[in-house]
């Protein structure tokens, strides 16, 4: 069985307000809780981000298709400015971003860079007026295009050194800090790796805004003939319009796509009800979940997912807590529900998704809490007995929203 990480502390969790005794502590699922300062402000001003990327402290997290490197599943690896320079060259942020988008040539492969923020944990480093911390970026070293023999080198000296670039889906035993420097890292790698080209018109697209932006250039300086005429390296051709260079929809900006997840207690507060697909292991189940479609509240995308899933007739929603998941984009909004007395009876004819759907009791949730839960490729428990209840681990949202209901939240026992 593998240990589960601890979650992270939520922010100011000991200072007393009228909101930490109406609702007790604020919950903090894993994926959250960054070290950083995101600093968002600053991202546009390139000498702000020319100066971070090169101050000795910076450290950069290296993705290899999407596969962070590290020293173990439980340790990321960050390397200094000069171990990353053969590739992103001496200063990416040498130009204002008005200045890279006049010159923006198609042809010329960038490998992808984010700045992620600055760790003020450590203020003894990096200053840039008021602000102070080490800067923290993620790089992509995929192989790719004209810049592909840089990386290829960059991997192969880091791998020759031990250190590996960790495979597979998910990665839930990192620590809390690390892991949601991860998240933020491979969220924002995959959008730009998804979004190449301008929705609006098909041109390639241009990162910006310290990869938090994706541009359509109004002008192309690669030497390319096209229906539109021929370009050189000292004639840039005209792109076709496009209607993101009008208005205030200029820019195509990162994507999160919300989801619901949700604990639905029955009528007497007795049970709790929960479902399981036909690939997960033999007797593991979790809180049924989906996503919120356009114009629809939170609350009404619990009731609509449950009942589609399961049949069930949801009365009060309340929401819990809330979980970013970067596979690839996903933020989980985490619900506790209760069924209406009449809408109780299970029926899985709507959605063919769930396989099972069940009603079991707060003791049996207590007892898979306790000794079942694990990750869908783990084993539970040493005190685990075949046949019982499986659960997920702490590190997924499911798990704190289970262990809230059999709290006693909905009894007016517990807070959140």
């Known amino acids: 069985m593998t240990q589960d990480p601890d979650l992270p502390e939520p922010v100011h969790a000991d200072t007393d307000s009228m909101l930490r005794r109406k609702f007790g502590k604020e919950v903090a699922n894993y994926f959250s809780g960054s070290p950083l300062n995101r600093v968002s402000f600053l991202r546009e001003d390139n000498k702000f981000l020319s100066a971070a990327l090169k101050h000795p402290s910076t450290s950069f997290l290296l993705l290899n298709s999407l596969s962070p490197l590290a020293h173990n599943p439980s340790k990321l690896c960050y390397v200094p400015y000069k171990e990353v320079r053969t590739l992103i060259g001496d200063d990416p942020y040498a130009q204002s971003e008005a200045e890279l988008i006049a010159s923006y040539n198609s042809s010329v492969t960038i490998p992808q860079l984010l700045f992620l923020g600055l760790d003020e944990r450590d203020k003894a480093g990096f200053e840039w007026t008021i602000y102070k911390g080490t800067p923290f970026f993620a790089l992509d070293v995929t192989p790719k295009g004209s810049r592909a023999d840089a990386a290829k080198s960059i991997i192969q000296e880091k791998e020759s050194q031990g250190l590996k670039f960790l495979e597979g889906r998910l990665h839930m035993a990192l620590s809390p800090a ?57 004639t840039p051709t005209e792109r076709p319009s496009c209607v993101t260079r009008t208005g205030v929809s200029n820019l195509c900006f990162p994507r999160t796509d919300p989801t619901v997840i949700m604990a639905v ?152």
């Open 178 to 234: 690390e892991a949601a420097i991860y998240a933020q890292s491979r969220a924002l790698l995959d959008w730009n790796a998804r979004n190449p080209f301008c929705a609006a018109c098909g041109q390639p697209t241009l990162s910006i805004n310290g990869g938090m932006k994706r541009t359509c250039p109004p002008k192309d300086m690669a030497m390319l003939k096209t229906t539109i005429g021929s370009t050189t390296s000292n």
């Open 265 to 416: 207690l029955s009528a007497d507060s007795q049970r709790v009800l929960i479902g399981r697909q036909k690939r997960w292991p033999k007797y593991w189940y979790s809180t049924l979940a989906g996503f919120v479609e356009p114009a629809e509240s939170v609350e009404e995308a619990v009731r609509r997912e449950v009942w589609e899933e399961s049949g069930i007739h949801l009365g009060r929603v309340i929401i819990h807590s809330t979980q970013p998941w970067p596979y690839p984009a996903n933020l989980m909004i985490g619900a506790i529900a209760q069924a209406v007395p009449d809408g109780e009876e299970i029926l899985l004819k709507h959605d063919p998704e769930l396989e099972d759907a069940k009603w079991v009791t707060l003791d049996e949730v207590r007892e898979a809490l306790a000794v079942g839960t694990s990750g869908l490729g783990d084993a539970p428990g040493k005190d685990y007995k075949e046949g019982g209840l499986r659960l997920p681990p702490k590190t997924a949202i499911a798990n704190q929203l289970l262990q809230a209901v059999v709290g006693g939240l909905v009894n007016g026992d517990a807070k959140m």
